[in-house]
């Protein structure tokens, strides 16, 4: 069905709640915000619902940088509101990396039999840290979330989760670095927290947390 799209950027079909656009075709992602949007009467989705809009270059030099450049990316092309994340791990002990390369972090290293992307990521970091001790594996997640309206309004917000990294994966949930990262206040890994415990103390849930807070004065024509 083709898409009306009114002229303060709300795309409906008949009957329909209005759509903003999550620039991701990460399920994970996509879950984690639905929900909490759901709440403002917008139903949200992915990159999967618009099959036209290719690869966006992120060549930010923060998550900031990427997070606009792909809302305004995505906005642009659908006239609709768009949220975009750009998150990361950052890394004490590896000054700061992988950082904004995280999703790409492992790509210069060949896959394993039966290994996917995020456990090849989680091989070369643990690799990268083979000789630094418990004690200097402070870290912490990172995610912006940047909200833009196709009339160029913008939004950007940020959440962190400080953490550790652990020498081993633990836990099956979740999805990137989750395995590796320790949260010594709850004596748990990302990777072994139901969805909503994950919400309620990640550095996306945070950022989702201030980015709602201000989603209605956003959105106010």
Not at 21 to 35: D, M, S
Not at 193 to 198: A, H, I, N, V, Y
């Amino acid at each position: 069905m083709e898409r009306n799209v009114t002229p303060e950027g709300a795309a409906f079909s008949e009957g329909a709640l209005p759509r903003v656009v999550l620039a991701t075709r990460n399920a994970g992602k996509i879950a984690e915000l639905a929900a909490p949007l759901g709440a403002f009467g917008v139903a949200l989705v992915g990159l999967e619902s618009f099959p036209g809009i290719g690869e966006i270059a992120e060549d930010g030099a923060t998550f900031e940088e990427n997070a606009l450049i792909k809302a305004r990316a995505v906005a642009l092309a659908t006239g609709l509101v768009s949220v975009a994340d750009d998150s990361g791990l950052v890394v004490e002990a590896l000054g700061g990396a992988p950082g904004i390369h995280s999703a790409r972090y492992a790509d210069d290293w060949d896959l394993l039999p039966g290994e996917d992307r995020d456990r090849r990521n989680i091989r070369k970091l643990l690799h990268a840290l083979r000789e630094v001790p418990a004690e200097r594996r402070a870290c912490r997640f990172v995610s912006v979330m940047a909200a833009v309206r196709p009339d160029g309004r913008e939004l950007c917000v940020r959440g962190e989760w400080p953490g550790q990294l652990l020498a081993a994966p633990r836990g099956t949930n979740g999805f990137g670095y989750d395995p590796v990262f320790f949260d010594p206040a709850i004596g748990r890994t990302a990777a072994e927290l139901t969805r909503e415990e994950k919400t309620a103390r990640s550095h996306r849930g945070r950022a989702a947390a201030a980015l709602l807070a201000r989603w209605q004065e956003f959105m106010r024509p």
